[in-house]
């Protein structure tokens, strides 16, 4: 097969070559050119038509976000990959050039023994968001990792706030950061996963009316961009408690939840061990740590666990699912939203034996067809739905359940 043409652009000629060598060691990938700041790679973007653009923040004369902006702007539907540190700048630049409609994002190794160590570690995080993002060879056996193709123009009315984190698994298990953004009118062409579509077994029978004491979400690459559609959409803050395990590293979702308080009704804020978890209210597992729900003498309370990763993922969605079960049994409406890999599932499934509802993110417009084909290809999906649907199906499920009247649809704020 072809390898995936990528152009590797840093300011820095160490890494540079860091990344180049990284890359080198995989048949499937191919470094056609570098650039060592943003208008370089524009120029280079034009001349070499790569497949993929790994980025560099922070550089001279044209940095990260700006070339971003600029790809974007002139219509280039280029996967890009940022090249962040994992500190508070870092972060808080990433989500910019995610915003400005980059795609993925790695972070830096640091404190790292040797050159090798370090070229370990990109590989071992660069090279699988690579083959999701261009479609390549082995990008089939994470799941259907199909990208979501443009929706409107640049500068169209969805760009929010940006995309999701996909784990890969770094040495010693631990999950690694990435964004992949669902920014409107910057979606990748649509490719299909070598191996076809599995097939999508049946949807399960509708549940019977059930209580809903909670709302539970799990989301990984194109996740904030979706968490930013959901909350958005929002008519009022949510009547009960609505729990989130979106992939993402320490630093990440603090900047995140930050972000996402900024654009609807409900409060939006990282998960704090022990703290009640309230109606109205949005809570973010934090990196790095899974979030558990447990009913405390009738009190839903959040509790941080220091386990190790479960399906290469520190939060797992299936952690945080398995303990809505046990906390609260069927009274539960479950979203999965768009993912690489399959963490959710099995706590999906779980979900729909208590009695609970499960929705799913349809493929169309998922960024990566992962977790929510995972959910749906295994029968536990009650509801296959577009992202601009799961807001309102949320609602209603819940509006329902409690017997109140469903919000107004012109309504788009709530009381902070």
Known sequence: MTAIRVLVVDDSVVVRRLVTDALAADPRVEVVGTASDGRRALA?????????????????????????????????????????TLTERGAAATLDALVAGASDYVTKPSNMGSVQESIARVAEELIP????????????????LGARPAAGGPGGAGLRTPGGYAPTAAPGGQALGGFASRAAGFGLARTAPAGGVPARAASPAPPA????????????????????????????PPRVPVVVVQHMPPVFTHQLAAR?????????SEAVDGEELRPGH?????????????????????????????NFC?????????????????????????????????????????GGTVLAQDEATSVVWGMPGAVTTSGFAHRVLPLDDVPGAIEAA??????????????????R
């Open 209 to 236: 009316p059930h209580p809903v004491r909670m709302v539970v979400v799990g989301s990984s690459t194109g996740g904030p961009q979706a968490l930013s559609t959901l909350v958005t959409a929002l008519t009022a």
């Open 129 to 144: 968001k690579i083959l999701v993002l261009a479609g390549g060879p082995g990008a089939a056996g994470r799941g259907h």
């Open 44 to 84: 280079r973007v034009e001349q070499l038509k790569p497949d993929v653009v790994t980025m560099d923040v922070e550089m001279p004369d044209m940095n990260g976000i700006e070339a971003v902006r600029a790809l974007r702007t002139s219509g280039s539907r280029v996967p890009i990959i940022m090249f962040s």
């Open 398 to 415: 819940v509006a329902a359940a409690v017997g109140a009247p469903q919000p107004a649809a012109h309504l788009t704020g709530g009381v």
């Open 314 to 354: 520190k939060p797992s969605v299936d952690v945080m699912f398995d303990s809505a079960v046990e906390a609260v049994g069927g009274d539960l409406v479950c979203a999965v939203l768009t993912g690489m890999g399959s963490d959710g599932r099995n706590g999906a499934g779980k979900i729909v034996a208590a």
């Open 282 to 310: 949005v809570y973010i597992a934090p990196g790095g740590e899974h979030l558990l729900v447990r009913n405390v003498r009738g009190t839903l309370r959040a509790v941080l666990d220091q386990g190790p990763p479960v």
């Open 260 to 268: 996402l308080d900024r654009l609807g009704p409900a409060r939006v």
